[in-house]
């Protein structure tokens, strides 16, 4: 008696630091036996969030000090 399974698709994330090798390497993994489909995603989870841009800032130096609020408000609104 043959057994059948369905088994779900599976899926295998490639992080490319080269824009430029997107193509070759599709057409590569498309001659891999067994491929059902190759597309080209953008990974948002290189986008920073707030926050890493905020202590980015503050690594680099890029803040900003003021001794009390009137002072702030006076260097904002000039």
Do not use: C, W
């Not at 899926?11 to 193509?23: F, I, K, P, Q, Y």
């Not at 993994?29 to 080209?40: D, M, N």
């Not at 986008?47 to 260097?75: P, Q, T």
């Amino acid at each position: 008696m043959n057994t059948v399974t369905a088994t779900q698709p599976m899926h295998l994330d490639v992080t490319l630091e080269n824009d430029a090798m997107v193509a070759d390497i599709k057409r590569a993994i498309k001659l891999i036996r067994g491929i059902a489909s190759v597309r080209q995603v953008r990974s948002q989870s290189t986008k920073k969030s707030g926050i890493e841009r905020a202590l980015d800032d503050v690594e680099a130096g890029r803040v900003y000090h003021a001794d009390n609020v009137d002072e702030m408000f006076k260097d904002i609104l000039g």
